[in-house]
């Protein structure tokens, strides 16, 4: 069974679609970041919605017996005088579960007392109905999630900066440029879906994210490849023709293996539970976008540069062919 | 040409079976029960998946300088006394820096003098500076400080470890938590009451000695009665057993005065010892000058009378006042080497000199842990025959080479987990489940290229060699990059994305070699039976 046996689609033809495209979803993406960092929750300023790890404060989840009932809880928690409590029911209805959650304390002396309270609160209302066995608490204190925000921006500017570094040491600057670039774009895109769909960002999404930069740049690795080996047989193509060869030869490479981790991926978003949602959300998301880059936005890119450098009468409008260690 | 190939394979099922090991162990039998529970021994879980607490706390070290830097102003003031020096006072200029001691109002002319003596005593662990303004001032060494600052930390960390021991918790994790200062990871699985715990943890820092009103009694009652039914204000009941206490390990009641003598950050250390004349063995402390001060005062009024020891709200000790004591004592009986052992424990441990301050805590329930692990392995294994029934149908013959080098992978990867001790977390599943998509690329990669090189006419033979060789620079980069970008987040990652890494980074390691290897052997023992004419199945 073969896909893909001869392709010949003008993937160059198509780019000002791709453009129209990307752009449809990288501003819808920035409006709406835009709109939650105007309208921040709890004090904190945001592009995103933060998941605890980094907004701190308290998140209590429980799982009761029979359906919750949300008024008596807020009820018996404004009685016992605990402030700013937000109460929500959470993931599947079957599994009556409620997150309520409390906005972070500064002072950490008094970190727990939220947490005690609620749980205090809850036991005394609810009594048997509830296991403990079936909560889930996280506190988290200011200087903690500072601390998380710190280790997770150094995490991001060191992968980025080892792919750009491995891309020019491996192709030419351009090559790694255009990459980067599209790494961006998938990231851009990606987080700004969080944004639409009012999820929140925690530290496995961000390692989500930073899975996906790596897998975006691998694809777009392998069609830069095909370009390279391309351009060093046949001179006398322009340089456009061999551009959409070289997507044409490598789609199906692309699309099989992009749609087997996707697979795998989705089976992990539709099975893998509450706790991974945000994780498997960034990476179905980031595997279809990261696909897509690397055919509509580096490779066009690559030609766009060239291009654009032989009307400035410099040199033809062909790519350096670059260094290859072995063939 | 056929190739001999029964030394490779040889080599594979040995892979093969190392790597089971490394996932079962030995198993006691061969039952679904029985490889389970081998499986859990050699995996350890993550709390994610185990359920349990995790704490975050930070030591206050300041204190323990202040505290240190409190002591040592004392012993200048004592110093400068007994050499008849004068001074108005010797103060700390800033709460915020307690590492410096400020001597103030010399008399003029004595400088030199003072210089000399505080050189003398204390320019091993401070720097001097001053003298011309009748001033001194004395600034901990840096490299002082920050060893009081580890030392503190430590003393901290084998405190709440004594004290989870109690609680029978089965691998605890007590250690210094890297990504900050001064603060310790504690990971309790299977605790389900936090609030037991850290009462328990914050307990330790209480170490106190109070006049025994009377005791032993047997029961609160006999307490109670001796009392006429009630007790003072100021006195209060507390349980207490052990040979130390009450001669017994039954549990027996005194009575108490409520206020202590002195508590917690009053002592400074704690340590078995000999007495050079009786030979008895006992346990010397030291405490604080303040403190020497104050049990100074009440020893001396007190001979003849008991005080007992308290920890944890627990009468650890009684022990009867002989003479007076100032800052350094001994608790005497005649203890065995083990009692001896203990309680000096018990006082050092006790006497943590830096509060604990909470900086984060989670826990997760056990049940909720277990659905985590259902619905892991359920997206894993949904995952894993979509992979394997598509490699099939899409590439038939050689697609069974794909499920089998994709099996292959699976179990190196899950014995490199067993091997290693590394913790499996639910982003570790979710990194495995990456694996097999990530993995089987590699295979198609390889495919996609025989299928050219078939199709622009090539033997069977050469369209596999050709395959696998132009593939392999492009598995590498894949690779490679993956890697980097799974070592970058090991270092930068809290514990769940570390698992993360780490099934991600020995999955691609695996792949690499099923991929290429196996799936290369697969491939020649499959043309070493084809007839001449016929082609790959692929």
New interface residues.
Partial sequence: ??LFRTVNVDWLGKKWYFLGFSLIFSIAGICSMGWHWTHPEGGLRSPVPLGVDFRGGTEVQV?FAQRPDLDAIRQAINAAGIRDARIQTFNDPALNEVLISLPEQHN??A??AG??QI?DTLRAHYNNHF???????????P??GK??ET??A??TV??LA??LI?LWF?FQLIYGVAAVVACFHDTLITVGFFALTNQEIS??VI?AI??L???S??DT??VF?RIRENLRISRRESLPDVVNRSINQTL??TV??SG??????L??Y????Q??KG??FA?VVGILIGTYSSIAVAAPMLVAWQQWRAEKGSTAAVLPAAKRS?A | MKKNLNGRIALIVAVLLIFIYGIFGIPSGFTGKALLASITQRIHLGLDLRGGAHLILQVQVLEAVSQETDDIAGQIQQSLKAASLTFSQVIKPDPKKPEVIQIQGIAPGKSSDVRSLLDSKFSNEYDISGGSDNNFTLTMKPPIEVALEKKTVQQAIETIRDRVDTLGVSEPIIQEYGLGENQILVELPGVEDLDRVKSLIQETARLEIHPVISGPFQDEQAALASVAGNIPPDEEMLHGSGQMASGSDADSVFILQRVPIVAGSDFRSADPSTNPNTGQRNVTFTLTNEAGDKFYDYTSQNVGHSMAVILGNRVREVANIKSAIRDRGEIEGSFSQDEVDILSKMLRTGALPASLVYLEDRTVGASLGADSIKEGVTAAVVGVLLVMAFMLIYYRGSGVNADLALFLNLVILLGFMGFSGATLTLPGIAGVILTIGMGVDSNVLIFERIREEVRAGKAPSAAVDQGFAHAWVTIIDTHVTTIVSAAILFVFGTGPVKGFAVTLTFGLAANLFTAVYVSRLIFEAHLNRLKPGELVSI
């Fill in positions: 069974m073969e799982q950490e002396n970190l727990d947490r005690q749980v296991e403990n066995s079936g909560v889930k608490v996280d506190v988290v204190g200087t903690v601390q998380l280790k997770a150094m995490a060191y992968s080892g792919m491995y491996r530290l496995t390692a930073l899975t930069i790596g897998y740049m691998n690795i392998v490849d199906s490479r099989l293996t087997l981790t996707f697979i795998t991926v089976s992990l539709v099975f893998g539970g706790v991974l994780f498997s990476l072995k």
